[in-house]
């Protein structure tokens, strides 16, 4: 299902490239949207397979997890604000992508700094390998 899914992402680039007469001088917010629900039901998919799995014992420790959940928050709160971007005040339309952008990052951390503690602690218990 991955698969599919970074299929269907590559071709809508390639098609934007054949349908858009200046892709690369202009922006493309249909790509870009075409682009987010893709990457957003990947990581729907990859949050469905780790909730599956014996990995959800040890989420706190499960790095990839933390990512799925930062870029999620991200992507989900981009699309309303993107869609408005002509008619929200330029001021709100910043800072809402700011806290967003924030929001994101500090789950990233978090779950950096609680793998690296993880990690840590292997490593004074067990000993370097």
């Known amino acids: 299902?991955?698969?599919?899914?970074?299929?269907?992402?590559?071709?809508?680039?390639?098609?934007?490239?054949?349908?858009?007469?200046?892709?690369?001088?202009?922006?493309?917010?249909?790509?870009?949207?075409?682009?987010?629900l893709l990457l957003l039901?990947?990581?729907?998919?990859?949050?469905?397979?780790?909730?599956?799995?014996?990995?959800?014992?040890?989420?706190?420790?499960?790095?990839p997890f933390w990512i799925s959940v930062s870029l999620l928050i991200l992507f989900i709160g981009s699309i309303p604000i993107?869609?408005?971007?002509?008619?929200?005040?330029e001021h709100i339309y910043f800072f809402i992508l700011f806290m967003l952008n924030l929001i994101s990052n500090g789950i990233l951390m978090l779950g950096l700094i609680w793998n690296r503690q993880d990690t840590l602690d292997k490593t004074l218990k067990y000993g370097r390998k």
């Open 1 to 36: 299902m991955q698969l599919i899914l970074l299929i269907l992402f590559v071709a809508n680039i390639v098609l934007m490239f054949y349908t858009e007469d200046d892709l690369l001088h202009h922006f493309s917010f249909n790509m870009l949207y075409t682009d987010i």
């Open 41 to 63: 039901f990947s990581i729907i998919l990859f949050l469905y397979q780790t909730f599956n799995s014996d990995k959800i014992l040890e989420i706190n420790n499960y790095l």
């Open 82 to 89: 993107l869609y408005f971007r002509t008619t929200v005040s």
